[in-house]
């Protein structure tokens, strides 16, 4: 399979601790994004790279998120000291482009978090 | 900032019925692209139909059109002959420039046997 995928597709931690996902893009793809879904809204932005550089992080994503994608490959997005309000899936989405683009955007099958 | 609104929570219809799902959005920018994608139950999120703002005629894909209305900020996606596997939540969704997508909050659409 060739598509994006995440893992772990469920994770279920107590408040405080760490948690980190990866997600693996599809291999040509240079842009790579996180989006956060709670229940009954739409994703929400959080952060997106092309190749290893970071161009943009949301006011989403505070001090105790962090999201890396070394040599523009994988990526990965850990909070630390979780919280309930982190409960939501957490989705990676991958796809060409550049700016001005209307490249798809392939989403992943997304990682849920259940904070305790 | 671009806001994106769906204002039907939920729609039911009969198959092989036409459903119209609605999409307003707002935004002070020319050149931009809106979107289409669907989560079906448990499901990935997939791309059903794009638009550029720029085109004046409106996208198609088998059965699934859309209307967009530029002036009006509104886009709206029409489903023909409904099938049981178009059961989804549907969102529009706005891009433009560094490449995120805004999503609205969806509508979840169920297929009636």
């Known amino acids: 399979d060739t598509g994006v995928s995440q893992d772990p597709r469920h994770k279920i931690t107590k408040r405080g601790q760490n948690v980190t996902f990866r997600c693996d893009p599809i291999s040509e793809h240079n842009r790579l994004y996180w989006y956060r879904q709670t229940l009954g809204q739409g994703p929400e932005f959080l952060t997106y790279f092309q190749n290893e550089a970071q161009l943009e992080k949301s006011r989403l994503l505070s001090d105790r998120f962090s999201a890396e994608r070394p040599k523009g490959s994988f990526s990965t997005l850990e909070i630390q000291r979780t919280e309930q309000g982190d409960s939501a899936m957490y989705l990676c989405?991958?796809?060409?482009?550049?700016?001005?683009?209307?490249?798809?955007?392939?989403f992943g099958p997304g990682t849920r978090l259940t904070v305790t | 900032a671009q806001t994106v609104t769906q204002s039907q929570p939920e729609m039911s219809v009969q198959e092989a019925e036409t459903v119209t799902l609605s999409c307003t959005y707002d935004t002070s920018e020319n050149n931009y692209y809106l979107f289409w994608y669907k989560q079906p139950p448990s499901r990935q999120m997939i791309l059903v139909i794009r638009q550029e703002a720029y085109k004046q005629q409106n996208a198609t894909e088998n059965r699934f059109s859309v209307n967009f209305q530029k002036a009006a900020k509104s886009f709206s996606l029409k489903i023909s002959d409904s099938q049981l596997g178009d059961t989804a939540m549907y969102f529009c969704a706005f891009k433009f420039g560094n490449e995120k997508l805004t999503f609205g909050t969806g509508t979840r659409l169920t297929i009636i046997p």
């Open positions: 989405a991958s796809s060409l482009g550049w700016i001005q683009s209307s490249y798809e955007q392939y």
